[in-house]
Nanobody, 125 residues
């Protein structure tokens, strides 16, 4: 069992930055791949970024590549999403999620079995 709690969301102007954090509980956290997804009103939940457990390899959606950076600290049971050069279209609720298949590069929400409650990110133009 893994419990996830996101923090760090807020209101920021276009071009600004935010850093999201995800605190995980559970002894097996380090064996999970971790991901970030986002969901805007009236839209599906979309993949943003993820990181495997074994080698910490990150991968990103094309829409955020070169602007967002995902990282993890297994010793602290934390996952982070550094978001730079934010755009109004980045506005959404951002969710942290855990995939028990730690080596998988999961881009589908169906790959993840544990989810946080979400944190709102609003980017004004």
């Amino acid at each position: 069992q893994v419990q996830l709690v996101e923090s760090g969301g807020g209101l920021v102007q276009a071009g600004g930055s935010l850093r999201l954090s995800c605190a995980a509980s559970g002894r097996t956290f380090s064996s999970y791949a971790m991901g970030w997804f986002r969901q805007a009103p009236g839209k599906e939940r979309d993949f943003v970024a993820a990181i495997t457990w074994s080698n910490g390899w990150p991968y990103y959606a094309d829409s955020v590549k070169d602007r967002f950076t995902i990282s993890r600290d297994n010793a602290k049971n934390m996952v982070y999403l550094q978001m730079n050069s934010l755009k109004p279209e980045d506005t959404a609720v951002y969710y942290c999620a855990a995939d028990p298949v730690g080596w998988r590069e999961g881009r589908s929400a169906n790959d993840y079995i544990y989810w946080g409650q979400g944190t709102q990110v609003t980017v004004s133009s």
